[in-house]
């Protein structure tokens, strides 16, 4: 069988058992065991074997529970609400506070959690009634916070970040603090277009006057409330940054860091605690199975020559690097829209390393891109799956808003990769200081 009938039959069938509602961890290990036993026989579960018990016990995947284990202490122990509090007080009397508020919000929830998902869900639940109730315009808000939660696998730390390095031969470190930038920029310009919009339209956000903000005292003891989570952050981005600590070791002290930001507000109970280990421990497993099976497919890909296959084909396709590049690109940006976006790494990331390579393009600046794709993908109507979080969280809101409210971001999300592309140095400067 040529290799490209197999790379073909192999990505329809894994795409057939996502139709059809079965795991992704399953979808792989249905392929890998017909794959195995078509190409191996039983003699090939040996390899199997090592294959899943190699990948499981790598050092690096003890980080993806680290991190989310961190997520769920921040979020169940309620201390996230403090957070919600001081930056409130600290807005004070500004025309369209709160558009700026859910991008502030969002942009350090992500940086927190690295979901995406529960981002959109949990400020479609919290932040959007109460600005909905003071009179901000619902495609705006919507909008911003769609854009702010898509920025969490952007700024690190990222769970996807560390998948892509577990799977490819980059610097896990490297590509964690390679989001910074970028997603300071994306928070930017989501800042600016809501300062173009309220300016072209004032009736978008209530007048000053409909809330007064915080005092001076208030906004000093926001400031004093918000001090310990400078422990996580440092715990996380600059211990990394300092080269003292690999992510592994920095998301370690993140738990930590959450565990003591828990017990200084007066959130923290042994109950909470397990629970958050009990969720963590169901998420990090199943995103860890998910990972090994991939990793076999992979595997099973370079066996049947369809890796060294694909290459040689685009090798006689003579592209040129930014036709190529675009490629690369649009796959993800089309197909995030329909599959979860783990699922979708774990299919194309083995099909995209040998080509990185190949056309020679800057591994961190490239896998960056490729996130960002991904993140675009979730929120790009009509399937963007993140569309569907906050429908959920918001019942009431009609879809068509929501389609309306995410397309700007989706623009403001094409024009950062456009930045990023004519000024690779966005990306690769904060790396380049490791």
Do not use: H
């Amino acid at each position: 069988m040529e290799w490209y009938t197999s790379l073909g039959l192999a990505i329809a069938l894994l795409m057939g058992l996502f139709a059809l509602g079965i795991p992704v961890f399953a979808a792989f290990l249905t392929i890998n065991v017909l794959g195995t036993l078509w190409l191996m026989g039983t003699a090939g579960f040996g390899m199997f074997a090592n294959s899943v018990y190699d990948s499981m016990t790598s050092e690096t995947l003890t980080t993806i529970a680290l991190f989310v284990l961190m997520g769920e202490l921040l979020f169940r122990s309620g201390s996230i609400d403090v957070i919600f509090d001081s930056l409130d007080a600290l807005m004070g009397r500004m025309k369209g506070r709160l558009y700026f508020f859910v991008v502030a919000l969002s942009t350090l929830f992500g940086a927190l959690s690295g979901s995406a998902l529960a981002v959109t869900a949990m400020l479609s639940r919290s932040a959007l009634p109460t600005m909905q109730e003071r009179g901000y315009d619902d495609k705006l808000s919507i909008g911003l916070i769609l854009g702010g939660a898509s920025l969490a696998p952007i700024i690190p730390p990222s769970l996807l970040v560390i998948i892509i390095g577990s799977m490819v031969d980059v610097s896990i470190a490297r590509l964690l603090i390679a989001g910074i930038l970028p997603g300071i920029l994306l928070a930017a310009l989501f800042i600016l277009y809501v300062k173009v919009r309220i300016t072209l339209d004032p009736r978008r956000a209530p007048p000053v006057d409909e809330s007064g903000g915080g005092t001076a005292k208030e906004k000093r003891r926001a400031l004093i409330n918000m001090l310990p989570f400078s422990i996580i952050i440092f715990a996380v981005l600059g211990l990394i940054l300092l080269g003292i600590a690999t992510p592994s070791e920095s998301a370690a002290t993140g738990v930590l860091g959450s565990l003591l930001v828990a017990a200084y507000y007066r959130k923290f109970s042994f109950k909470m605690a397990g629970e958050a280990v009990m969720s963590s421990l169901k998420v990090s497993t199943m995103i860890i199975l998910i990972l090994a099976c991939s990793k076999l497919f992979s595997q099973l890909l370079s066996f049947t020559g369809a890796t060294s296959g694909l290459v040689s084909s685009v090798t006689g396709l003579d592209l040129d690097p930014v036709w190529m590049l675009l490629i690369l690109m649009l796959i993800p940006l089309i197909a995030c829209m329909f599959i979860d976006q783990i699922a979708f790494m774990m299919v194309v990331i083995p099909i995209y390393a040998p080509l990185v390579k190949l056309y020679g393009f800057d591994p961190v600046w490239f896998w960056t891109l490729f996130l960002i794709n991904i993140s675009v993908g979730s929120l790009t109507p009509p399937f963007g799956y993140n569309l569907f979080a906050v429908k959920g969280a918001a019942p009431a809101t009609p879809m068509q808003t929501i389609y309306a409210a995410a397309w700007p971001i989706v623009i403001c999300f094409l024009f950062a990769m456009l930045m990023l592309y004519w000024a690779p140095w966005l990306t690769t400067f904060l790396p380049s200081l490791i």
